[in-house]
């Protein structure tokens, strides 16, 4: 994959030095350095800038240091622009549904109030089965990209910084990350060794779960991911999430915002408009996964879809 030590590749720490060591034997043969001059060979490091803002609700837990678990790397939101990096407030989250396939309510809800009413209204300015998350009034990007920019990657902060946002970035975080994750699976499985023979579930008590709510996030492989859940004796009344590719892959919101991928997009130049590929490496660079927005509606024999 890399040609290199693993060791070797996590300490890569700026643009420089990745062209550098790119260029040598026998790194330029490995699956990362094909990738690299191939995707710069057609211009995906130009292509894709999207929102500008990144979101990671972090990633590893780590219960053994601090009074509440900590996540590595550490979650928080990242701006293209600055270059700052602010904690994670899951209070600031919040769904619109202006251009959904959704009974309408004003401005964004946090999923603890949310709505998910399926209201098809065809020949309106209404397009998609997707909801329009938002973090405050910011539209933000998710996946490994910004995991590695809100746990603090040098690397990438750097190519971020040398080229913005891009297409070709997207792909090569995704195998970055990789590195990482391998490193943590190690420093793992060295914590659990030491654990042997000690509990690995505390119970709760047995009506912890006849009223309350709560909620939680991992970061999947596209990116963060949240659960939120109320319960109203013993039985859930509402359950409400938020995907990755719900954040990247939103409509425009209450506000009129375009969502991550459709300012992605916009204003980009197509080679053959008929064979749109431009598109398919800007929006497949995420990974998406869009089986949550496919609905089949209506009762009659004729049914309905839509993405």
């Known amino acids: 994959m890399i040609g290199d030590s693993l060791d070797n590749w996590l300490a890569l720490d700026d643009a420089d030095a990745f062209f550098s060591w790119l260029d040598a034997a026998p790194h330029a043969a490995s699956a990362i350095g094909l990738l690299t001059r191939f995707a710069r060979r057609i211009g995906l490091q130009k292509t894709g800038i999207g929102a500008r803002h990144f979101l990671s609700a972090g990633a590893w837990h780590d219960p053994q240091h601090g009074p509440a678990p900590a996540s590595l790397p550490g979650a928080g939101i990242y701006h293209a622009d600055t270059g700052q990096l602010d904690p994670f407030d899951p209070a600031l989250i919040n769904e619109h549904v202006r251009h959904a396939w959704y009974r309408p309510y004003p401005g964004g809800l946090h999923p603890f109030a949310g709505e998910t009413v399926p209201d098809y209204q065809p020949d309106t300015d209404r397009y998609t089965w997707a909801k329009a998350p938002r973090y405050g009034e910011l539209v933000v990007e998710a996946g490994p990209l910004a995991e590695l920019l809100t746990g603090g990657d040098t690397l990438i902060r750097s190519l971020l910084a040398s080229e913005g946002p891009n297409t070709w970035l997207r792909q090569f975080a995704r195998l970055r990350r990789t590195g990482h994750t391998l490193h943590h699976m190690k420093q793992h499985l060295a914590d659990l060794a030491g654990q042997l023979g000690t509990p690995h579930y505390l119970p709760p008590p047995a009506d912890a779960f006849d009223n309350g709510e709560g909620y939680g996030f991992v970061q ?76 089949f509606v209506g009762r009659s024999e004729k049914h309905r879809y839509g993405v």
């Open 220 to 295: 999947a492989a596209r990116g963060s991911l949240g659960h939120w859940i109320q319960v109203e004796d013993g039985r859930i009344s509402r359950y409400q999430i938020v995907t990755p590719t719900a954040w990247n892959a939103s409509p425009k919101d209450s506000a009129g915002r375009h969502g991550h991928w459709e300012q992605s997009v916009i204003g980009l130049e197509l080679a053959d408009p008929s064979d749109p590929i431009e598109i398919g490496h800007i929006v497949r660079a995420h990974d998406p996964c869009l089986v949550c927005t496919v609905h």
